[in-house]
């Protein structure tokens, strides 16, 4: 399988330039120059390993297979994930819960995060790349801890991970401040999350920090979510969770599914319509958005226009005004690298651009775009756990609430349920009516105590936990700390 960028298709690269470049030349996100053609039922009776090996195995042929059955076990197999790799809830009749939350850090970039570095390792390998990698990452929370928790005690692999001072919650930086492992580092930055991200790009445009590094041998690279590397790994639960519908009787083998996902930068949906295109039987794919509802938007109108408020919601990961992954859907819509390179280039000038009539259309035949502020996820909270006695987060709330929008009762439609209740627990606890405090394991007790719902063990322990890392600094200092990482 060869890859392409969405922004010059006359590119080719293999599996492992992609993952271990991230970013076409050009700008752009790599794609697969195909779609490999496979049918649902070779998935039927298959491990939760052995569906994503089987998945990997289509698309990252220059990979040794052995080493994807290896890395797919220790991703996923006995005794990862608490033994639930892939749960499925069934909230209603016909209105099923992936819970894609059972991983070490709680929220459903584990997923990603606990295979693509190893993929990264073994794309070295495979490329004959014997020097140091260097991961920086800037977050606002979610995404550091996914990434320090793959990335720990990788070989030829260090990584450091900024977040705005004050900017996250309690959990979160908890979460990150207690990681162990010898090549993990933790740092707050002085200032917001803007100021953060602003930090962490201008190292990776520094080109006098990168010679520098070039001389010992050591590289710079990202975790985020464009890398082809990260996506890969989501389309396996789209296989997975549809041959669980089949054998446990919830829908005919062929039947439609919907799927409706709550989105940010459109890499997990997307995995969606990866799967689809492969052959899975998917029906529809709801995009499911907060108050930031730039893709409810996209897909009535056509028109993406980032000129707009920018809400903080009680669904942070979702507060996101450009999703990137989007780019990759209008490529395979419209297999014209040179419009997407248009649209980009607009979007990055005037922050807007409209997509052609027919290209909505076509991409209207599967996406559905709806959205949920916070009155209407907490309200969607308490109606969930009131009526069918199901707990879930405020992302997954915007979930229940699009695909309500989007279907009716008749059709077969699974929700993703993207983070444990007890990652935003102060905000949940609201929701459900009690009386609201702004001490999280206060609110995580309390939660429990409720609604009978067990806290994650990863959780529970945090406050027991040895702080590690509790180091404030200037953004100015950031280079300085990638040379001597
Ligand atoms: C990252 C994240 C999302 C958004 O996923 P995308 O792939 O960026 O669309 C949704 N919910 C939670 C809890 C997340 O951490």
């Given at each position: 399988m060869e890859y392409t960028s969405t922004r010059n298709d006359a590119l080719r690269v293999s599996a492992s330039e992609a993952i271990l470049k991230g970013l076409a030349p050009d700008g752009g996100l790599f794609v697969p120059v195909e779609f490999p053609q496979v049918k649902p039922e070779e998935f039927y009776g298959l491990t939760y390993p052995q569906t994503a090996e089987k998945v990997l195995r289509l698309f990252l042929t220059d990979y040794d297979p052995d080493f994807l059955k290896r890395a797919v076990e220790e991703a996923y197999g006995a005794g990862c994930f608490s033994g639930k790799a892939d749960f499925l809830a069934r909230v209603e009749e016909k209105l099923w819960s992936l819970e894609l939350w059972h991983g070490p850090t709680c929220a459903f970039k584990d997923y990603a995060l606990q295979l693509m570095p190893k993929l990264l390792v073994e794309a070295k390998r495979n490329l004959g790349d014997t020097?140091?990698?260097?991961?920086?990452?800037?977050?606002?929370?979610?995404?550091?801890?996914?990434?320090?928790?793959?990335?720990a005690g990788l070989p030829g692999i260090r990584i450091a991970v900024f977040y705005p001072n004050a900017g996250t919650s309690e959990v979160q930086r908890l979460q990150m401040a207690t990681q162990e492992g010898g090549n993990v580092a933790v740092y707050a930055v002085e200032g917001n999350f803007d100021d953060t991200q602003t930090g962490v790009k201008h190292v990776f445009a520094d080109t006098a920090l990168a010679r520098q590094l070039g001389q010992k041998n050591e590289r710079l690279s990202s975790a985020n979510s464009i890398n082809w590397g990260r996506l890969v790994p989501q389309i396996v639960y789209y296989f997975y969770s549809y041959a669980q519908l089949v054998a446990q009787n919830g829908i005919a083998a062929g039947d439609a599914v919907d799927y409706c996902v709550p989105t940010g930068n459109f890499g997990d949906i997307l995995a969606g319509y990866y799967a689809k295109r492969m052959g899975l039987p998917v029906g529809r794919l709801i995009c499911a958005s907060n108050?930031?509802?730039v893709l409810t938007e996209l897909l009535e109108t056509g028109r993406y226009d980032v000129r707009r408020p920018f809400y903080k919601t009680e669904s942070p990961s979702m507060d996101i005004l450009v999703s990137s992954n989007l780019e990759r859907l209008l490529y395979h819509t419209t297999q014209d690298a040179g419009a997407v390179a248009l649209w980009m280039q607009q979007l990055a000038q005037d922050g807007v651009y409209t997509l052609p009539e027919n290209v909505l259309a076509k991409i209207q035949e599967t996406f559905f775009g709806a959205c949920a502020d916070d009155a209407q996820g907490r309200a969607e909270i308490r109606a969930r756990f009131a009526q069918n006695g199901y707990l879930c987060d405020t992302h997954t709330a915007v979930a229940f609430c699009a695909a309500r929008t989007a279907i009716s009762s008749e059709d077969p439609c699974v929700v993703l349920s993207t983070a444990s209740p007890y990652k935003f627990p102060c905000a949940v606890l609201g929701a459900l009516g009690e009386e609201r405090t702004a001490d999280e394991f206060d609110a995580m007790r309390r939660l429990t105590e409720k609604t009978g719902v067990p806290v994650p063990e990863s959780l529970a322990s945090l406050r027991e936990k040895e702080i590690r890392f509790t180091q404030v600094i200037d953004k100015n200092e950031m280079p300085e700390i990638a040379l001597l990482l």
């Open positions: 020097g140091t990698t260097k991961i920086l990452v800037a977050t606002s929370g979610d995404t550091g801890k996914a990434a320090l928790a793959g990335y108050q930031n509802n």
